[in-house]
């Protein structure tokens, strides 16, 4: 079966624009995760959707938001970019979140400058 | 808050060397911990789970974990290395709420 699919694979904005990064889940998958990838910080958590809802949310500010659709697609999205906004953003689907394994997306590699 | 911890940041062994990655967590709750791989170019891939039942749990690749509630440690081993384990080793948590927390990882070099 088709793996978790994320798009674009690399992008380069330009600091204060904004950027939306695609995920689409396994089929069969309800919860989407969001992390940030970084040298230096390792695997940070942004937040986990399932269900069109988000369940569960990192200490990221609030330039970065996501949304799930009712197909378990998610979009991420961050606003006003800022150069330490440049990492590698990985997309995990699973299905239910908690009790199942996770699935990680190739990533979209995000540079801001 | 959750926390990982992984004590080695970076390990260089030979082929046919034992490999022992240590993690460790902090949370009162239950629990299911993962350990994850990411080869040179790849996306991260998991090697093993536990969730419940027997703590020593065997992965892919002859990786095994073995759990210890007391100690909050879930460490990753492997009797003989190879080349081709270089890679990076990510060791997470997910509690029951739901949100999976991954500790800063293991970079593995394996000199062959």
């Known amino acids: 079966k088709a793996g978790v699919t994320q798009t674009p694979r690399y992008l380069i904005k330009t600091r204060g624009q904004q950027v939306t990064l695609s995920c689409s889940p396994i089929?069969?998958?309800?919860?989407v995760s969001w992390y940030q990838q970084t040298p230096g910080q390792g695997l940070q958590f942004l937040f986990e959707?399932?269900?069109?809802?988000?369940?569960n949310k990192g200490n990221f500010p609030g330039r970065f938001s996501g949304r799930q659709f009712s197909n378990s697609r998610s979009e991420m999205n961050v606003s006003t970019l800022e150069l330490g906004d440049s990492a590698l953003y990985l997309c995990a689907s699973s299905v239910d979140g908690m009790n199942t394994e996770a699935f990680f997306g190739q990533g979209t590699r995000l540079t801001v400058v | 808050a959750q926390s990982v911890s992984q004590h080695n940041h970076h390990v260089i062994l030979s082929e046919a060397a034992s490999l022992e990655l240590g993690c460790n967590y902090s949370y009162g709750g239950t629990v299911n911990l993962f350990w994850y791989v990411q080869y040179p170019g790849q996306h991260l891939q998991l090697l093993l789970k536990?969730?419940?039942?027997?703590?020593l749990v065997k992965g892919i690749k002859g990786f095994e974990a073995e759990f210890i509630k007391s100690k909050f440690s879930f460490n990753l081993r492997k009797p003989s290395v190879q080349w081709s384990d270089t890679a990076e080793y990510f060791c997470?948590?997910?509690?029951?709420?739901?949100?999976?927390?991954f500790g800063d990882g293991t970079t593995l070099t394996v000199k062959p």
């Open positions: 959707y399932f269900s069109e809802t988000q369940r």
């Open positions: 089929s069969g998958h309800r919860s």
């Open positions: 536990y969730f419940s039942g027997d703590p």
């Open positions: 997470a948590v997910n509690t029951n709420a739901g949100k999976s927390t």
